[in-house]
């Protein structure tokens, strides 16, 4: 019985550090590279104040999808970005 709550444990506390946390994080600038369909927060002053950039990737051929959406509070993770 022991083994079993040991396991349970470890595999808990295990998910707790894997899952990915509901915080996006807001860049200061464009990424370079981005993924098709991956999606990057970017606060820049093409968008009114209050709002970010959500650019998302495109496959080859096409152009970055770009639109201003707001975010709460909550979700938005000021990070430092290199340029």
Same mark, same amino acid.
């Given at each position: ?13 295990? !998910?707790? #550090?894997?899952?990915?946390? *509901?915080?996006?994080?807001?860049? @200061? ?5 981005? +993924? ?16 970010? !950039?959500? #650019?998302?990737?495109?496959? *080859?051929?096409?152009?970055?999808? @770009? ?5 709460? +509070? ?10």
């Amino acid at each position: 019985m022991l083994n079993m709550r040991t396991a349970a444990l470890v595999v808990f506390s295990l !998910l707790s #550090v894997a899952l990915p946390s *509901r915080a996006q994080t807001v860049l @200061k600038s464009e990424p370079l590279v981005l +993924a098709p369909y991956e999606v990057a927060f970017v606060q820049s002053g093409f968008c009114p104040t209050g709002k970010v !950039l959500k #650019v998302t990737g495109a496959i *080859r051929g096409l152009n970055r999808r @770009k639109a201003c959406v707001t975010l709460s +509070a909550e979700q938005a993770l000021l990070a430092p970005t290199i340029p």
